[in-house]
């Protein structure tokens, strides 16, 4: 009887449970493009793409595409202990800059960041860095004290493959809409 009530009791799990699946879509130079599916359509990230890239520090820089158009930028650093406030930073590359808003997250040592134009941010972003494929994006606090200093090697691939996978799942969504 404990056996039929085992499998019973397994078989309802199993069915009840989401199916998550995470591909690598890219590991090139110092990027790392996944690409995230959840068969639970109520998750807010049901289908996300990710870029990440790590610095010598452990600080990760994660770009983040998501199937409802939403489009966010975290650091996260775990050795940081960050009380919850609104900060603005700087985003520099190849000697253009960014002021962006953003507020810390101290449950998750973490940074995210926002643009009042969400269209500005992709495009930034995927075109930008794109192109400047090998050099260094600064993160520095309105002061000028350095926040994190990322390598961009390997974005003139990881870019354009983050943007095919982010297109890909905002079609995914409008197509179950």
Sequence with gaps: MRLI???????????????QSITTLLNQGDFVVREHATSDQDAFDRGMCVAEVMNDRDQALIIQGYQDDTFTITIRDDSWRLSDNFVSVVIEIDNSKWTVQGRTYPSDNMVYLWFDDQAFLPDVLINKVKVSGGSQM???????????????????AAMPQFAECWARRQMTEQSAA
Excluded: D, K, V
């Design 5 to 19: 009530f085992s499998q019973i009791m397994l078989l309802f799990a199993s069915s009840t449970a989401t199916a």
């Design 138 to 156: 600064a993160i520095t606090a309105e002061n000028g004290n350095s926040i994190a200093n990322f390598s961009l090697s390997g974005s003139s």
